[in-house]
């Protein structure tokens, strides 16, 4: 069966500390993989997605990185990390040419 | 380019009354659209969504939206709210030859008196 694990559910940072959230698919191969952001009170913004290995496109200008090291893991990255950063992080996967959609559980990230 | 317009922030009916939750979209790919919920602190459920096929596409807890390309519209229904669907709805619009990325509404917030 295809699934997504995505750790840890919930963290809490201090600023300028750095930041590393895997995501990690099972049961399917080359798939496409997302990573969103949900700031408090908004709705979801796509950050980055990849449609393989070392293949990484940016949605928008921000203090975060994604790295694909592995066909079905995908990392979110930053140096060091501000509070606006704070919000609920979603990684998601699709299968090229279906209409499938997996998220998966989050992790909600604080910075204080 | 693809976007959602979530017409409303704020929904408030009564127990029993129909629902109607608005949401235009703008595409310049063959779209599909999709509505999920998120009740507070949990993650996103699936409600529906529609592909290029019929165009009333029926989901999950009675409830149903209608593409209508013409308006470019994808409302969200339901005949009766029970106070369990109080929640934020998003509407999404997706396109394979966009490589599935999702482009959310803000959301609608929808209360249910009793």
């Known amino acids: 069966s295809q699934t997504i694990h995505q750790w840890p559910a919930t963290l809490v940072q201090p600023v300028g500390s750095p930041l590393s959230l895997e995501c990690t698919v099972e049961?399917?191969?080359?798939?496409?993989l997302y990573w969103y952001r949900q700031a408090a009170g908004r709705g979801l913004q796509l950050l980055f997605y990849?449609?393989?290995?070392?293949?990484i496109s940016s949605e928008v200008p921000q203090n975060l990185s994604a790295s694909r090291p592995q066909d079905r893991q995908f990392i979110l990255s930053s140096k060091k990390l501000l509070l606006s950063d704070s919000g609920f992080y979603l990684c998601?996967?699709?299968?090229?040419?279906?209409?499938?959609?997996?998220f998966g559980s989050g992790t909600r990230l604080t910075v204080v | 380019a693809q976007s959602v317009t979530q017409l409303d922030s704020h929904v408030s009916v009564s127990e029993g009354t129909p629902v109607l939750l608005r949401c235009n979209y703008s595409s310049s790919y063959s779209p599909s659209l999709f509505w999920y919920v998120q009740h507070p602190n949990k993650g996103l459920q699936l409600l529906l969504k529609y592909t290029s096929a019929a165009t009333l596409v029926k989901g999950i807890n009675g409830f149903e939206a209608e593409f209508k390309k013409s308006e470019t519209s994808f409302h969200l229904t339901k005949p009766s709210a029970h106070m369990s669907d109080a929640a934020e709805y998003f509407c999404?619009?997706?396109?394979?030859?966009?490589?599935?990325?999702?482009?959310f509404g803000s959301g609608t917030k929808l209360n249910v008196k009793p």
């Open positions: 998601a996967w699709s299968v090229p040419g279906s209409y499938g959609y997996t």
């Open positions: 999404v619009v997706s396109s394979m030859n966009n490589f599935n990325k999702f482009y």
């Open positions: 990849s449609v393989g290995i070392g293949q």
């Open positions: 049961g399917t191969s080359n798939p496409n």
